[in-house]
């Protein structure tokens, strides 16, 4: 019993500066109305200095790549590929030892949509990890709902 209760102190004292502390990643999201029943949906994400988001776009073998992911419904249709923009960092990555792709103080990731009369809301998820020079987080799933009016 010892021994288990000794574990769980280590892993509960490894942890302790993440706890408590603010997300490295924050997110906010919206629609931009576009006329003749488009829309930008726009995700935003908000990267605390020194951390860092993935791109969507990685490799296997490396770190988890952003996903944004609408639930479908014949409400709408997405109309091309997912973008993304913001300061961006390519090459190797020392943590994953390949290169990769990812961003530092702002991503900006839009998809455009064509809309049918009913549409109230666009929900989904977002996946991503966030990572320092020295570690990195484990993936989160966060969800998103986009209302219409």
Known sequence: MMKYSLILFLGVFALSPLIGQEQP???SYAAEALGENEYELRFTAEIR?????YSQ???DGGPIPTTIAPE???LYTLK???KEDGKAIEGMDELFGI????FKERAV?????EVKEGLQEISGYIEFMSCNDEMCLPPREIPFVI???
């Open 49 to 53: 200095e020194g951390w860092y988001l």
């Open 72 to 74: 479908e419904s014949p």
């Open 80 to 82: 091309g590929d997912m």
């Open 57 to 59: 776009y990685l490799s």
């Open 147 to 149: 209302f219409f009016r």
């Open 25 to 27: 990643v924050r997110w």
């Open 109 to 113: 990731f839009t998809q455009r949509v």
């Open 99 to 102: 290169a990769v792709k990812k």
